[in-house]
């Protein structure tokens, strides 16, 4: 059953979320008679709370992950060809970072797709590749510091040629991740705009993380309207997107309506907010998922969480009408890949404790989906 709530709630005193209001939803009026025999609303009630009235009222806000995980998952079959199980494209790795496109990317592969490209500078091109044999590294991307002294003419060759370069393979990429390191420099982030114009012509999904969050929130038009572009930011990254686009700021009582009404305002894009649970959003629905994780908050989560919604918003997407669900394939997508890494985090944690790093999480994918979606 397809559940549409969210902004009908009516618990929220924001102006823009009230906007969105369904108020004559049936949803909306069972919530109104309940939180009337619950003895009113207060402007101090809690989440949790929330959440009780939302599971009185026949809504599930907690997503049922592990069945959606076994839904999308792609089944191992020997007449599979390579490519069929995902080809995953990071645009990321600059010369400060070099962990998050990998951890993206190899990430990816854990999981289950069989091909996933890294386009990043090429000064951090061979570190990367020296990570892993695994990864297939395009050092194309050009920074400032490499290009100056350059007329403009020499540097919109430079672009192009980059652009023609990444276009080549497009058409192939089931998904694109752009954002883990990719870092802030203007000459390379106007390139990378350019590539997402393009993926957005090839209907290539896009997964925008980290400094592609930067980009995105500098140049909302960039994914505005894009039913296949998904954002994961943090909540440095939340607040800034939430600022710029809805003008007010975070507030953690109508999390659920502000991220479902902020969705909504970029164009039915949809979001993936991490935090303590994470809440996941495409304007139309809000879900939530909250598996335990782990207490360890070391960098990089976000990047393995990247990489792993890519692959499962492939799947999904691939799946199509397969699935029963009706829920968008991006929805799905982020929904299982935050349950796999939380279990993953979880199960890595157990064993390593407080030196838990991000290399130990990403150790722990295959068997944390393994327990959900048996290989045979
Ligand atoms: N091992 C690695 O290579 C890792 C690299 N990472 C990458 O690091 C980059 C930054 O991610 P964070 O999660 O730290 O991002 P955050 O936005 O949470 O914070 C980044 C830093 O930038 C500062 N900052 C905030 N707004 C800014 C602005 N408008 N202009 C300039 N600086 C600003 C913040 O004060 C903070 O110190 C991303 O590319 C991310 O993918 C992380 O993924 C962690 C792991
Ligand atoms: N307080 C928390 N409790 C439990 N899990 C959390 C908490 N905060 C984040 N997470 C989990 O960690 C994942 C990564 O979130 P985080 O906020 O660390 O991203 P990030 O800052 O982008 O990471 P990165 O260092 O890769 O850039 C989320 O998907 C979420 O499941
Ligand atoms: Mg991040």
Known sequence: MLIRYGVSTGFTSLGSVKNCMLASSAVFRRQQFLIRSLGGYSDHIDSRRMQDIRSMSGTTFEADAENVMREITSVLDPSKHKGQAGKIAVIGGCREYTGAPYFAAISALKIGADLSHVFCTKDAAPVIKSYSPELIVHPILEESYNISGLEDEERRCISSKILAEVDKWMERFDCLVVGPGL???????????????????????????????????????????????????????????????????????????????????????????????????????????????????????????????????????????????????????????????????????????????????????GRSLEDICPAC
């Open 183 to 365: 870092g802030r420099d203007p000459y390379l982030l106007e390139c990378v705009s350019e590539i997402m114009k393009h993926a957005r012509q090839s209907n290539v999904p896009i997964v925008i993380d980290g400094d592609g969050l930067f980009l995105v929130t500098n140049s909302i038009a960039l994914v505005s309207g894009y039913p296949l572009a998904v954002l994961t930011p943090n909540v440095n990254e939340y607040k800034r997107l939430v600022q710029k686009v809805l003008n007010c700021e975070v507030n953690d009582r109508d999390a659920p309506e502000l991220l479902q009404s902020l969705a909504k305002q970029i164009g039915g894009v949809t979001i993936l907010q991490k935090g303590k649970s994470d809440l996941i959003s495409d304007g139309e629905i809000a879900k939530s998922v909250s598996i335990y994780g782990s207490p360890r908050r070391c960098g990089g989560q976000g990047d393995i969480l990247s990489g792993s919604v890519a692959v499962f918003l492939s799947w999904a997407r691939a799946k199509g009408k397969a699935t029963t669900s009706q829920m968008n394939p991006t929805v799905l997508g982020c929904i299982a890949g935050s349950a796999l890494l939380r279990k993953a985090a979880s199960l890595a944690f157990k064993d390593k404790k407080r030196s838990t790093l991000t290399t130990d999480i990403i150790e722990c994918l």
